[in-house]
């Protein structure tokens, strides 16, 4: 009999321990379809310049400009700047730029920042008031909704008023309506960013292919195995990879995708 409670016990006790570290037991065991790469694989620019034997540094290709967001400032959904300095410096080599998401307009603005003068910025964000319109779908990840009531939150951005504002094209519109045949093949830098509910990455992404020149690079963010608002952003990457060469960027959360 004592023998038969102490089992129970022990058993009891292993159950509670997985319930209390699902996420982490989950992630231990957790093998990413997705190739690892490290970022000079993206694209040469990020080929380190040797200076000295101990000493590598970056190219002038991707020396950018920039500005980092204040901890008190409580901007929403913003990309690390490590991140920030991979987009920036890709941004400086295309002229016509596609993101899904401004949010706060940081990454845009930074886009505009860094790609060439004559170059365009296309931002497709939805106001409070475009929410109406907005469902949750029956596959839909519940956090990642709630999210996307968050963030969408901006009438006016970072670059409001600056003279970068002429490089870009602000549009307030589900993007899940975003007509693609508008844009085929036209951007050469297409950062994902928007809705991360799977109905709606796996629409921009969709549409995204079509939309890429050759040679071009989408980037996703958010590819984060294991985070509950990442979940659905996981999920549409693993599952487009066994179609398209899909690889995730060392120490960052974007994924890219280059047009051959
Ligand atoms: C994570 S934030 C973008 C952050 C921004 N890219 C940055 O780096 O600062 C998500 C943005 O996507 C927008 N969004 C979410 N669902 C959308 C949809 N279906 N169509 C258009 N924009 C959407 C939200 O309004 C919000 O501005």
Excluded at 49 to 69: A, M, R, S, T, Y
Excluded at 91 to 105: A, D, Q, R, Y
Excluded at 134 to 163: C, G, H, P, Q
Excluded at 234 to 256: D, G, P, Q, R
């Amino acid at each position: 009999m004592t023998k038969i409670l102490i089992f129970f016990l022990l058993l009891l006790n292993l159950i509670l321990l997985y319930l209390l570290n699902k996420k982490k037991i989950k992630n231990f065991f957790y093998k990413s379809k997705i190739q690892l790469v490290e970022l000079d694989r993206v694209d040469e620019i990020f080929l380190n310049n040797k200076i000295d034997n101990n000493l590598h540094g970056p190219k002038q290709e991707v020396i950018v400009k920039n500005f980092c967001i204040q901890g008190n400032n409580n901007i929403v959904g913003i990309t690390s700047d490590y991140e920030a300095w991979i987009i920036s410096s890709l941004s400086k080599i295309s002229n016509n730029i596609l993101e899904f998401g401004t949010c706060s307009g940081k990454t845009t603005y930074l886009m505009a920042l860094n790609s060439p003068d004559q170059a365009k910025i296309t931002t497709l964000t939805l106001s409070p008031q475009d929410l109406k319109g907005i469902k949750k779908n029956k596959f839909d990840n519940k956090v990642s909704y709630r999210n996307l009531i968050n963030e969408s939150i901006y009438n006016k951005f970072l670059f409001s008023s600056t003279k970068y504002e002429n490089k870009i094209d602000v549009i307030f519109q589900n993007s899940l309506n975003l007509n693609e045949k508008l844009f085929l093949k036209k951007f050469d830098l297409i950062f994902i960013d928007g809705g991360h509910t799977y109905s709606i990455v796996k629409s921009d992404s969709e549409k995204s292919f079509k939309m890429l020149k050759s040679n071009g690079i989408i980037l996703w963010h958010d590819f984060v195995p294991g985070k509950e608002s990442a979940k659905n952003v996981v999920k549409y990457i693993n599952t487009i990879s066994k179609e398209k060469k899909i690889f995730h960027i060392n120490n960052t959360s974007l994924c890219y995708y280059r047009k051959k």
